[in-house]
C-alpha cells in the first residue's frame, strides 16, 4: 500500500507540502486573527510576475521571484501606511498590477514555455530539490523568529494599542512578517499555486481557533492539523489522480465544516442538559 | 514626573486638546475629568506614548507605566486566554512563564474575586470581569505610574468599593502615581487628589474638592 513512498518524486512532495504546512501555520495566526489573510493572495498574484521573470532570466526562477515579491511586499506595506490609502486597496492595487505586468511580458516575450495552468494550481509533483531545501529553509526561518518573537507578536497581534505602549516595535515586526508570508507564498505558488495559497493560511488558525482557548495551542493545534492535511490531501490526491493543491484545500474545508457541526451539535446538547 | 508644555492635539481638523500644560508630580493621585468628547482619553495617550502632539512638547520621566484603556479588545474571534492577556503585562517576557509570576497573576485574580478564570477564553468573560482582567494587565509589573481610563465603567456598585480599595492599598499614600479618568468623580477617602478638568483646554485644580466646589457652585446657578 506504501511502495508509492519509493518514487523520489512523492518523497519531495511530501517534504515539501510538510515545510510549507508547518510555515503556513506559525503564519496563519497573525495574518487571519488581525484580518490580513487575503494578503497571501494578492503576494500570490506579485509572485506569479517574480517567477515568470525568474523564468525568462534564469534556471532558478526563485531567485528572480524571492527579491521582486519582497519588494513589492514592503511596497504594499508601505502604501498601506498612507493615511488616504487603506491596507485592503493597497493589497489590490500592487496585486492586480503586478498580475498585469506578468500578462504583459508573456504576451511580448517568445522565450515563455511554462503553463499558465500548471503555475494557477501548482504542480507539487514536479518541484526540484533546490525549491525543496529552500522550503526547508523558510520554514526554519519562520519556526525560529515566531518562537524569539512570541511574546511581542502575540501582543501586536491581539492589542496593537497596547503593544505600542508596551514599545513592541510592531511596525518592523508587521514587516517582517510580510517578509516571512512571500517568501512562503513564493515557494508554495509553484507547488500549491496561485490560486490556492492563500487557502494554506487561513485554514490553519480557523480550524485551530475552533478546538483551543488559548494563542498557544492556537499555534500547535494549528501546526499539527496543517501537517496531517497537506501529508493526507498529497496521498490522497496520488490515489485519486486529482491536483494536490485542489486536493488539499478540500480536506482542509471537510475538517472545518466537521469540527464547526460537532462543536454546533456540543453545543446544542449542553443547552439541552442546561434546560433539563 | 510627567510635563505637558503648550500641548495642541488635532485630528485632521478637529482639536482634541488645546495648548495644555500642567505637571503631575511623583506621588499625585489626579483625576482627569470632563465632559465626553473633552479630549481625556486623547491627554492620557497622550501621555501614555501613544499619539505625538501636533504642537508643544511632553516631558516623562524613565517611571515604569502601566495603562489600563478606555476600549477593551473583548476578544470576539480571538483565541486568547486570560493568563496570556495579563502576561503581556509583564516587562520580562519569557515564552515559558514562571513559576513567581504565575503565583502574582493568580494573587491579583484572588484579589478581583475572578480566581478560576485563569485558564479561560478572554472572549467567554463579562465586561466586568474583563476589565479586571485589563486592570490586572495593567498592574502586573508594579508601574511606578499608573493610568486608567475609566476603569470601573462595567463594576458593579459592590465590587467597585473592593476596587477601589485594592486600588488605594497599591497607591500606598503616594509611594505610587495614579492619573485616573473619569466622568464621573468617585472621590477615594482619605486621599489628597488633585483634578485636571479637560474640555479641549486644561484647567488644574490641585485639590478635587475645589473643583468639586466649583461645579456645586455652577450646578446652584
Known amino acids: 500500500m506504501f511502495d508509492f513512498l519509493q518514487y523520489e518524486y512523492i518523497q519531495y512532495a511530501l517534504g515539501i507540502g510538510l515545510a510549507l504546512g508547518i510555515s503556513a501555520a506559525f503564519i496563519s495566526p497573525y495574518l487571519v486573527f488581525t484580518e490580513q489573510a487575503l494578503i497571501a493572495d494578492g503576494l500570490a498574484h506579485v509572485s506569479f510576475t517574480g517567477i515568470i521573470i525568474g523564468v525568462l532570466l534564469s534556471s532558478q526562477p526563485l531567485y528572480f521571484a524571492i527579491p521582486f515579491s519582497i519588494l513589492a511586499t514592503i511596497f504594499i506595506k508601505f502604501l498601506g501606511e498612507v493615511k488616504s490609502i487603506n491596507g485592503d486597496a493597497a493589497i489590490g ?17 517568445d522565450g515563455f514555455n511554462r503553463s499558465i495552468e500548471g503555475m494557477l494550481v501548482g504542480s507539487i509533483l514536479t518541484i526540484p530539490k533546490s525549491d525543496l531545501i529552500i522550503a526547508y529553509i523558510v520554514a526554519i526561518i519562520v519556526i525560529v523568529f515566531i518562537t524569539i518573537f512570541y511574546r511581542p507578536l502575540l501582543s501586536l497581534t491581539f492589542d496593537k494599542e497596547y503593544a505600542a505602549f508596551s514599545k513592541v516595535k510592531t511596525r518592523i515586526l508587521s514587516y517582517i512578517i510580510a517578509v516571512l508570508t512571500t517568501l512562503f507564498v513564493v515557494i508554495g505558488v509553484s507547488t500549491i499555486g496561485i490560486l490556492l495559497i492563500s487557502a494554506l493560511i487561513i485554514f490553519p488558525s480557523l480550524i485551530a481557533s475552533q478546538l483551543s482557548h488559548s494563542f498557544k495551542s492556537t499555534l500547535i493545534i494549528g501546526a499539527i492539523v496543517s501537517s496531517i492535511t497537506v501529508v493526507f490531501g498529497i496521498i490522497l490526491s496520488y490515489f485519486l489522480g486529482t491536483p494536490a493543491g485542489s486536493t488539499i484545500v478540500v480536506v482542509y474545508l471537510g475538517i472545518l465544516l466537521a469540527i464547526l457541526f460537532i462543536n454546533k451539535l456540543k ?10 | 514626573m510627567i510635563e505637558f508644555k503648550d500641548v495642541t492635539v488635532k485630528y485632521e481638523k478637529i482639536v482634541a486638546l488645546k495648548n495644555a500644560s500642567f505637571k503631575i ?23 501614555a506614548g501613544l499619539i505625538n502632539p501636533s504642537h508643544g512638547k511632553v516631558i516623562t520621566s524613565d517611571a515604569l507605566m502601566g495603562y489600563l484603556p478606555q476600549k477593551l479588545n473583548n476578544g470576539t474571534g480571538f483565541p486568547i486566554s486570560v493568563k496570556e492577556v495579563i502576561y503581556s503585562g509583564f516587562i520580562k517576557q519569557r515564552i515559558k512563564t514562571s513559576k513567581e509570576d504565575d503565583a502574582l497573576i493568580q494573587k491579583w485574580l484572588d484579589k ?110
Do not use: C, W
Open chain 1, 93 to 109: 492595487v500592487v496585486s492586480s498590477s503586478a498580475l498585469a505586468i506578468g500578462f504583459i511580458i508573456i504576451s511580448i516575450s
Open chain 2, 112 to 221: 478581583m474575586e475572578i480566581s478560576d478564570i485563569l485558564n479561560k477564553q478572554i472572549s467567554q468573560l463579562s465586561g466586568g470581569q474583563q476589565q479586571r482582567v485589563y486592570f490586572i494587565r495593567a498592574i502586573i509589573s508594579d508601574p511606578d505610574i499608573l493610568i486608567l481610563d475609566e476603569p470601573t465603567s462595567a463594576l458593579d456598585p459592590v465590587f467597585r468599593e473592593k476596587f477601589f480599595k485594592s486600588l488605594k492599598e497599591f497607591y500606598n499614600n503616594g509611594e505610587k502615581t495614579i492619573i485616573y479618568v473619569t466622568h464621573e468623580l468617585d472621590l477615594l477617602e482619605g486621599i489628597d487628589t488633585k483634578t485636571l478638568f479637560v474640555d479641549q483646554e486644561i484647567k488644574y485644580y490641585p485639590d478635587t474638592k475645589e473643583y468639586l466646589e466649583r461645579l456645586k457652585g455652577e450646578t446652584n446657578v
Open chain 1, 267 to 276: 453545543k446544542g446538547v449542553f443547552l439541552r442538559k442546561k434546560n433539563v
Open chain 2, 25 to 47: 508630580n511623583e506621588g499625585d493621585f489626579v483625576y482627569i475629568v470632563g465632559p465626553n468628547g473633552s479630549g481625556k482619553t486623547t491627554a492620557v495617550k497622550v501621555l
